[in-house]
């Protein structure tokens, strides 16, 4: 009779393993934009140029540079690294970063739009796994949907190219689609060809509450991405697709969280430090205002989250209007309004973006946390109103069937 096979090794958490046991490192995780550059160009985009920019190109960090980069953060204690772009495959030098990465013993995550994986690099990711599963996005489901949403006619063959590739060397991955014009009536088929794919629990998530250009460079592209944004009550409808379940999440994260912030601004800074295409750090990769950016090449990333960082952390809110309404809405946390939603739209890290305050104000009528009509920053009754029931199945919004069309002023794209 032969013996089991003795395992060495077992999987626990950092938590249980007690890995920090001296407290928390200065950098857990880190997120690295390794260019804007992007092969296609997709109408939503708040991100990317023209992947023949050259100038974009010659400003970008060199591989020692990001090497360095990567050191540094292993040295504060970073255990994992995400590379997004624009598509950071588009990068000659990217095979030689992931390596770099994955010598320092950090989990990668990859962004990518799929279109650019070679037969080289699906065997690479075998061969020497990311630790973390890639992230493709897929902008439709066939040859004229793909094209409307990327600009690019091949965009589809190539994509679909990339993700067999990755099916095929075992690869694991997920898939998040867009919810565009061109998209929106495709999201049954979506939804059932993302399903068949190996490793994807659920459904696909969805980006459609989208951001203007983070470095504010191109006002005609945000006249456009603001046409494709979906209305507050269509977005209520969309995430109807994700059953009850979704509604009671929502309940249960706002009765968390819920109450006034006040002027504070960064609740959200933690462990994570973000360095975009040219070695600067930030806080956030959408967020590009010059008080919360930090120039690496003319400092340290110990210094970024041991002392800059916490400097941010401290700017409060002076605009009135803020204090009025964001700095007294116990739906805070609920609300995509954030330092960075207020760069892109206003230039300001405190001006109220009106479109994520529709967003919130529907989805808390569809939980009952609010009437319509009312204000979140006027009422006081709040911690009573969480602890009421949900509202009944009749009385929640269901995904309409339909074409994309305007009704009273608001887009409405098919969500059957």
Known sequence: MSQARKSFSR?????????????????TRLDIELTERCNIDCVHCSV???AGDENARRREMTLPEIRDILDAAASLGCLAVRFTGGEPLLRD???????????RGLRVRIFTNATLVTPRLAALFKAIPPLEEMEVSVYGMTVESAAAATGNPGAFEAAR?????????RVPFIVKGAVLPSTADEMDEFEGWAGKLPGLNGKPSYAALFDLRSRRDDEAKNGRIRDLRVGPKDYVRLTSRWGEGYAAELRAFAARTAGPYGDRLFDCLSTTANVDA???????LSLRHPDTVYDLKAGSLSDAMTAFLPKVREIRAANPEYLERCGRCFLKQLCPQC??????????????????????????????????????WTV???????????????????????????????KTWKTR
């Open 11 to 27: 999987k626990v958490s950092a938590a249980r393993a007690e890995l920090w046991k001296g407290g928390r490192p200065p950098l």
């Open 93 to 103: 030098d990217f095979e030689e970063i992931y390596l770099a990465a994955r010598k």
């Open 380 to 410: 006081t009754d709040w911690p009573a109103r969480l602890t009421r029931p949900a509202l009944p199945k009749n009385d929640q919004p269901h995904a309409r069937a339909g074409g994309s069309r305007r009704r009273g002023g608001e």
């Open 278 to 284: 040219y070695g600067r750090f930030q806080v956030c």
């Open 161 to 169: 190219r990339g993700v067999d590739l990755l099916v095929g060397q």
């Open 48 to 50: 990317n140029l023209p």
């Open 339 to 376: 330092p960075a939603k207020s760069w892109a739209e206003h230039g300001t890290l405190d001006t109220p973006v009106e479109y994520f305050c529709g967003i919130t104000h529907a989805q808390a009528i569809s939980i009952g946390l609010l009437s319509e009509g009312e204000t979140a």
